[in-house]
């Protein structure tokens, strides 16, 4: 079974967060995070409890959900979020993590259960990690294209590159899509 928004309290988007790092492939989640904020009409804040920006969103049957981005870089992400669920009183299983996902090309994108694989991924890693679970979470992983190596040190070097602006151009359609068939069902009329 496919989840739907209302099965969330909080939008989780992994990224480095910080200028340097800002339109690199790894940011995809951050980047989605900041594209929802936009189309809903809400503003992310610095929130010192939760080390990060959040946004508050209610939805069309008077539920809420959270928008989230932590200040850490994505390999030490699980700890920010741990603080946050706990002030949040939110379950990991009411938790949407957005990441890169290497295993899917560029714009495709795919909800995926907590029983599956995290292939790798550091910030998952630290979410499973701090929170004390094993793939429990709930993923949307937006495709960032993958290098033809499976070296270490070339993924590492290609996620940190920005994304061409065909790419990019690519990213935003995806995110347009993933609000049509996800968010915006359950948004408010206004959006």
Known sequence: MLPTL???RLLVGLGNYG???NLTRHNC??????????KLNVALVPEKELEGDYAKVTLKDGQHFGLYKSYTRINECGIPLKKAIDFLKIEPKQILVIHD?????IGKYKIIDGKQSIRGHNGLKSINKELGVKN???RLGIGIGRPFTRDKEAVGAYVMQSFSEEEFRELLDAYEEIFE???KPYAVDSV
């Open 101 to 105: 996902d290497l295993e899917r090309s």
């Open 136 to 138: 429990e979470v709930w």
């Open 6 to 8: 209302n099965m969330f």
């Open 19 to 21: 200028g340097v790092y």
């Open 181 to 183: 068939e996800f968010v």
């Open 29 to 38: 989640g951050l980047h989605f995070i900041d594209f929802l904020a936009k």
